[in-house]
């Protein structure tokens, strides 16, 4: 039997890294206080350095749990058109999540990326109860489609010239 995994390539490499440019939400799963899993829509973008950001409510139990557990999973890509949604790419990142406290010197320009990326979060953005988090990305498993399965390492979604992946985030953000 063929192994269902494709070696990952400059292409895996490509999809992965537009569907981290294009993703503005993400499916966020946690463990909860009794180690069951829970799953949430949390907004989603990425820093200048390319690193996963989201800003989240300390109300909510997602992150409540996350204070908890760092190790989290992030499912990232939309089905954008009509038809089976299971036949779009769709990526799921392993990651730790890091809170950013507001008096950290980065948080600031945290504040700048985000409401480029979500600029309606003005409304909420300086709520006390609201924090930065970023992912560090441990390992990532590309789905691009029927018979498109990678896996791809914290390595493979840095920059590669080779991929054709764009250092600039501002040509990729949508409002």
Not at 29 to 35: G, I, N, W, Y
Not at 126 to 144: C, E, R, V
Request: proline letters at 5%; zero cysteines.
């Amino acid at each position: 039997m063929t192994h269902p995994i494709r070696p990952t390539d400059n292409e895996a490499r490509q999809l992965a890294h537009r569907l981290l440019y294009e993703a503005r939400f993400a499916s966020l799963a946690v463990l909860d206080a009794h180690k069951s899993p829970f799953v949430s829509r949390i907004a989603f973008g990425l820093t200048a350095s390319r690193t996963p950001l989201s800003l989240i409510s300390t109300l909510s139990h997602h992150t409540n749990y996350m204070i908890a557990s760092k190790d989290v999973s992030l499912l990232i890509g939309e089905p954008l058109a009509k038809g089976d949604p299971l036949t779009y790419p769709r990526m799921t990142l392993q990651a730790r999540a890091e809170f950013i406290a507001r008096t950290e010197p980065k948080s600031e320009s945290l504040k700048e990326t985000w409401l480029k990326l979500h600029p309606k979060s003005q409304l909420y953005i300086d709520f006390t109860d609201f924090k930065f988090i970023l992912f560090s990305i441990q390992k990532a498993y590309l789905n691009g489609g029927f018979g498109k399965a990678y896996i791809l390492s914290a390595e493979d979604l840095k920059s590669d010239k080779k991929s054709g992946f764009r250092k600039d985030n501002e040509t990729h953000q949508k409002t």
